[in-house]
């Protein structure tokens, strides 16, 4: 499958996704994809893989003024793409955060909501991805995790794997997760 376990893709292959995303973008607003988030004023969110930075503004406007956004990516160019929305909506709460993939600079237990969508299936640590998530979500904090280009068999025995996460439900776009353990 095109992107498995690569980690980061190569710039043309961003920008050709990003061209791809806006011609779709244009018919049909991605906003939608976060509404079963239940993501509120003063959370703090964390889109990971923020690739072209196609949530940021719903999810900057669902947490207001007193919340925070992560943007998080393992490529150069998505962050450029989260700090060129940020400046056209004037978004004061998105902090974009270039990883290396294995860690990332967030505190431990902040996140209320951490989504990764359309992106699961090219981490090749997946234990290590999954424990860092788990490391900045709150103990009572929730990921919402897409299986990406992967079965959803595949998916669910890397969640449970990693053993740090329950999987609490599942419909055909998502899994919902909570942590069982706080590695540090």
Known sequence: MCGNEMDRMPNWAFKTMSFIFSIGDFFQSPDHRLDAFNMREGQTIVDWGCGTGRYLKQASELVGDSGIVYAVDIHQLAIEAAVAVTKK???????PVLTDGKSVNIPPQSADVVYALDMFHMVSDTKGFLTELCRITKPDG???LEDGHQPRALAKQKVNNSGCWEIIAETKVYLKCRPISQSM
Do not use: T
Not at 89 to 95: A, D, P, R, S, T
């Open 89 to 95: 909506y004037n978004l004061k709460n998105i902090h």
């Open 142 to 144: 929730v990921l919402f």
